[in-house]
């Protein structure tokens, strides 16, 4: 169980972001190079892009992916049903990484199988605390799939 | 609808009784009349026939005195003259007799009554002839012939007795015959008479029933005819017509209007179904077929039908006709019907479905433009702000005090922006058509609506005082807004110097003039009041304060978009219900909002 096992990865955590905007890009960069975490930053600009990177042979599966709902050419949506449909990428965290939090988007990303849902801080220091805590969750209650009261989390 | 005729059906079927009734009783008097005067002539027939016999039995007697009296003239005188009446005596008696006999052949007493006269006759005849013999000849003796004479007046006293015997048989067989008519016709009479008054009564009664039946003829008739007026200006007016499809002779009438209908006077064609298909659109004329063999093989509702009509003008007309089958009285199947121009309608209903579908994109439009302008404007909203957070941190030390100004300004303004982008995004989602009603607790969304308010409530130090409030069937998340709307517009607008207290009540009320378009019904609600002791307003304001983007004061002072209170409204309107505000300037404003039960 990789997720499990992010708390006590030796190497760097593995992060990968699927964003179509480059502000967004640059800001989750900036917050990852701030944070005292070892982590490694892989960046994607939208969905088609982001089940090609996944799908490479021998390519380096991310622990947690950070994913965008509103993407031109393939959406977070479809992404995320893909990546749950896919046996050998049914591990990765999924933290769904968006600017709205309406009731219907938290709803249909829970019932279609992500990990967490953040909502985009519009404060850089509270970027930088939920990205934290994001990477220091204790994955073990998120992803049994049945924790709905925690499944938004806040700073 | 044929039943209608049936007390008229009972009339003629009692006239029918009373007319039959009527022939029997003539008939019987008429029977009985005839056998009155055939008894009458019976009987007078009898007398007469009573009265020959006896008078031919008179008649002998006379004879026999005829000859006896000449005979005592002769002996008296010699004078042959006297024996003229004898010398035909013997054929005279015959004569009579024969008479007699034939008179009395079926009565075998009298023939036998005859035969002893015939005897005594004979013998008083003989008599005479020897009286007569003794005087003419020579031996006169006195004593003979006197001997002779009474002998012979002896003789005619018997026959006088057998003949008064006779007669009197015939007057006692006449009188028994005599009683036996009386007897039977005694009572005719009175019968007759009774029976020819019942039967006056009876044509009387019936005269006044035909009387009284014609009247009521007369009345439905004109009631007939006034309906039928009726009927024809309602069809002119409403545009309608009615027309009758009589199977079994496959007559199809129609209603003047029909004839209006298709552009023609009334009555200007000979009406019949072939004629009128022909005004019909030919590609619908199968639909009007095949409903008619609906209505006849299945005859369970009215079938109803659309169709076009090219009237006489050419001008193409929508119909709608409906139909069913009747049987009446006679067993016929008839098919009646309506036939309606509904043109207008049918303009009107397409015009109204184009406009409706416009509206509904346009709807649609608006709020997928109103969602994702909301959206899409917070997205570098956010960038910025996120952008000034990190030169806030890390580059102010580097900044002029003019600059960090400018700064807090551009901050202020923009956190402005993303009040208001939220505040109408929250607004069309409350516009937005998903509603699903629950049954909830208010306390659970008033004590959610207190945590999402926590900050505000501890930075001003208020008090929200709540009643317990009711279960009710409602939209949660909308209600839970609502009270973070106005406890928040409580906490905005209280009064500096004064802690917030907030008080919420909450009771039934029954509005009976409510804009109800339904008279007299009582409308329940729960009024949840809403009271704070803040800045309060202007009672003239109570309306315009829940009118989008109105506001009541400069933005410097109080922030807001201008939405709060529309959202409340829209909120409460989505719930059937209404909300109203009471202020006292400086003294604080209340909010009702009145929740159908």
């Given at each position: 169980?990789?997720?499990?096992?992010?708390?006590?990865?030796?190497?760097?955590?593995?992060?990968?972001?699927?964003?179509?905007?480059?502000?967004?890009?640059?800001?989750?960069?900036?917050?990852?190079?701030?944070?005292?975490?070892?982590?490694?930053?892989?960046?994607?600009?939208?969905?088609?892009?982001?089940?090609?990177?996944?799908?490479?042979?021998?390519?380096?599966k991310p622990h947690v992916l950070f994913l965008d709902l509103n993407m031109p050419r393939k959406n977070g949506m479809d992404c995320l049903d893909e990546i749950r449909l896919d046996e050998s990428l049914k591990d990765i965290a999924v933290v769904i990484y968006s600017t709205s939090a309406s009731d219907e988007d938290i709803e249909e990303t829970f019932v279609r199988g992500a990990n967490v849902y953040i909502r985009k801080p519009n404060n850089f220091n509270e970027l930088k605390k939920i990205l934290e805590k994001v990477i220091t969750i204790n994955w073990q209650y998120h992803t049994s799939g049945l924790n709905k009261e925690n499944f938004l989390l806040s700073? | 609808?044929?039943?209608?005729?049936?007390?008229?059906?009972?009339?003629?079927?009692?006239?029918?009784?009373?007319?039959?009734?009527?022939?029997?009783?003539?008939?019987?008097?008429?029977?009985?009349?005839?056998?009155?005067?055939?008894?009458?002539?019976?009987?007078?027939?009898?007398?007469?026939?009573?009265?020959?016999?006896?008078?031919?039995?008179?008649?002998?007697?006379?004879?026999?005195?005829?000859?006896?009296?000449?005979?005592?003239?002769?002996?008296?005188?010699?004078?042959?003259?006297?024996?003229?009446?004898?010398?035909?005596?013997?054929?005279?008696?015959?004569?009579?007799?024969?008479?007699?006999?034939?008179?009395?052949?079926?009565?075998?007493?009298?023939?036998?009554?005859?035969?002893?006269?015939?005897?005594?006759?004979?013998?008083?005849?003989?008599?005479?002839?020897?009286?007569?013999?003794?005087?003419?000849?020579?031996?006169?003796?006195?004593?003979?012939?006197?001997?002779?004479?009474?002998?012979?007046?002896?003789?005619?006293?018997?026959?006088?007795?057998?003949?008064?015997?006779?007669?009197?048989?015939?007057?006692?067989?006449?009188?028994?015959?005599?009683?036996?008519?009386?007897?039977?016709?005694?009572?005719?009479?009175?019968?007759?008479?009774?029976?020819?008054?019942?039967?006056?009564?009876?044509?009387?009664?019936?005269?006044?029933?035909?009387?009284?039946?014609?009247?009521?003829?007369?009345?439905?008739?004109?009631?007939?005819?006034?309906?039928?007026?009726?009927?024809?200006?309602?069809?002119?007016?409403?545009?309608?017509?009615?027309?009758?499809?009589?199977?079994?002779?496959?007559?199809?009438?129609?209603?003047?209007?029909?004839?209006?209908?298709?552009?023609?006077?009334?009555?200007?064609?000979?009406?019949?179904?072939?004629?009128?298909?022909?005004?019909?659109?030919?590609?619908?004329?199968?639909?009007?077929?095949?409903?008619?063999?609906?209505?006849?093989?299945?005859?369970?509702?009215?079938?109803?039908?659309?169709?076009?009509?090219?009237?006489?003008?050419?001008?193409?007309?929508?119909?709608?006709?409906?139909?069913?089958?009747?049987?009446?009285?006679?067993?016929?199947?008839?098919?009646?019907?309506?036939?309606?121009?509904?043109?207008?309608?049918?303009?009107?209903?397409?015009?109204?479905?184009?406009?409706?579908?416009?509206?509904?994109?346009?709807?649609?439009?608006?709020?997928?433009?109103?969602?994702?302008?909301?959206?899409?404007?917070?997205?570098?909203?956010?960038?910025?702000?996120?952008?000034?957070?990190?030169?806030?941190?890390?580059?102010?030390?580097?900044?002029?005090?003019?600059?960090?100004?400018?700064?807090?300004?551009?901050?202020?303004?923009?956190?402005?922006?993303?009040?208001?982008?939220?505040?109408?995004?929250?607004?069309?989602?409350?516009?937005?058509?998903?509603?699903?009603?629950?049954?909830?607790?208010?306390?659970?969304?008033?004590?959610?609506?207190?945590?999402?308010?926590?900050?505000?409530?501890?930075?001003?130090?208020?008090?929200?005082?709540?009643?317990?409030?009711?279960?009710?069937?409602?939209?949660?998340?909308?209600?839970?807004?609502?009270?973070?709307?106005?406890?928040?517009?409580?906490?905005?607008?209280?009064?500096?110097?004064?802690?917030?207290?907030?008080?919420?009540?909450?009771?039934e009320v029954v509005n009976k003039n409510n804009n109800s378009e339904v008279v007299n019904t009582e409308n329940r609600y729960n009024r949840i009041s809403i009271q704070d002791n803040g800045i309060g307003f202007d009672q003239q304001y109570a309306e315009t304060i829940f009118v989008l983007f109105r506001r009541l004061h400069m933005k410097n002072d109080y922030p807001g978009s201008g939405i709060g209170l529309s959202i409340c409204k829209k909120i409460v309107e989505n719930h059937g219900g209404y909300i109203t505000a009471r202020g006292i300037p400086d003294i604080g404003a209340t909010f009702d909002i009145f929740l159908p039960i």
């Open positions: 169980m990789l997720p499990n096992s992010i708390n006590m990865q030796k190497g760097p955590i593995q992060v990968l972001l699927a964003d179509d905007d480059e502000d967004d890009r640059l800001l989750f960069q900036d917050a990852f190079k701030e944070i005292k975490l070892k982590t490694e930053v892989q960046l994607v600009y939208d969905g088609v892009e982001l089940m090609e990177y996944l799908s490479q042979e021998g390519a380096m700073f | 609808m044929f039943n209608k005729y049936k007390p008229i059906f009972n009339s003629s079927f009692f006239l029918s009784i009373v007319f039959v009734s009527a022939l029997f009783i003539l008939i019987f008097i008429s029977g009985v009349s005839y056998r009155y005067t055939t008894s009458l002539t019976d009987s007078s027939a009898l007398m007469v026939h009573s009265y020959k016999i006896r008078s031919e039995l008179e008649q002998l007697v006379t004879i026999l005195k005829d000859a006896e009296s000449g005979h005592r003239g002769f002996i008296l005188t010699r004078d042959s003259l006297f024996l003229h009446p004898s010398l035909s005596i013997r054929e005279k008696i015959n004569k009579a007799f024969t008479t007699l006999r034939e008179l009395t052949k079926n009565n075998f007493q009298q023939q036998k009554n005859l035969d002893s006269l015939n005897t005594l006759i004979n013998l008083r005849i003989a008599i005479l002839y020897n009286t007569l013999n003794i005087s003419t000849s020579g031996a006169y003796n006195q004593d003979q012939i006197s001997q002779s004479l009474v002998r012979g007046e002896q003789q005619t006293m018997l026959v006088r007795e057998q003949v008064n015997d006779m007669i009197d048989f015939e007057l006692m067989y006449l009188k028994v015959h005599q009683d036996l008519f009386e007897h039977e016709i005694s009572l005719s009479p009175l019968y007759t008479l009774l029976l020819l008054l019942f039967s006056l009564l009876v044509f009387i009664f019936a005269y006044f029933k035909i009387n009284k039946d014609i009247k009521k003829l007369k009345n439905s008739n004109e009631e007939l005819s006034i309906a039928y007026e009726a009927i024809n200006h309602a069809e002119e007016i409403g545009e309608f017509s009615s027309w009758q499809w009589h199977l079994d002779s496959n007559e199809f009438k129609y209603s003047d209007n029909q004839y209006r209908l298709l552009g023609h006077e009334p009555r200007s064609f000979e009406s019949s179904l072939h004629k009128f298909l022909e005004f019909v659109h030919p590609q619908d004329r199968h639909i009007l077929l095949e409903s008619g063999d609906r209505i006849i093989n299945e005859r369970v509702e009215p079938t109803t039908v659309f169709f076009r009509v090219i009237r006489k003008d050419g001008q193409l007309r929508y119909f709608k006709s409906i139909g069913k089958l009747f049987t009446d009285a006679g067993q016929n199947k008839i098919i009646i019907g309506i036939h309606w121009d509904i043109t207008e309608q049918h303009l009107n209903r397409i015009s109204l479905e184009e406009r409706n579908k416009e509206l509904e994109q346009s709807n649609a439009e608006l709020a997928t433009f109103n969602h994702i302008a909301s959206h899409d404007l917070q997205e570098p909203l956010r960038i910025i702000q996120t952008y000034i957070s990190r030169i806030s941190e890390k580059e102010i030390v580097n900044m002029s005090k003019t600059t960090i100004g400018y700064f807090g300004r551009i901050q202020a303004s923009i956190e402005r922006i993303r009040i208001l982008i939220n505040d109408l995004l929250l607004y069309s989602r409350t516009n937005k058509g998903e509603r699903n009603f629950e049954l909830i607790d208010l306390n659970v969304l008033l004590e959610n609506a207190k945590v999402e308010l926590m900050q505000s409530l501890e930075d001003k130090n208020a008090i929200v005082q709540a009643d317990p409030l009711p279960q009710m069937n409602v939209i949660p998340f909308q209600i839970q807004q609502l009270f973070i709307n106005l406890i928040g517009n409580s906490l905005k607008f209280s009064k500096a110097g004064r802690y917030p207290v907030i008080r919420i009540t909450c009771e």
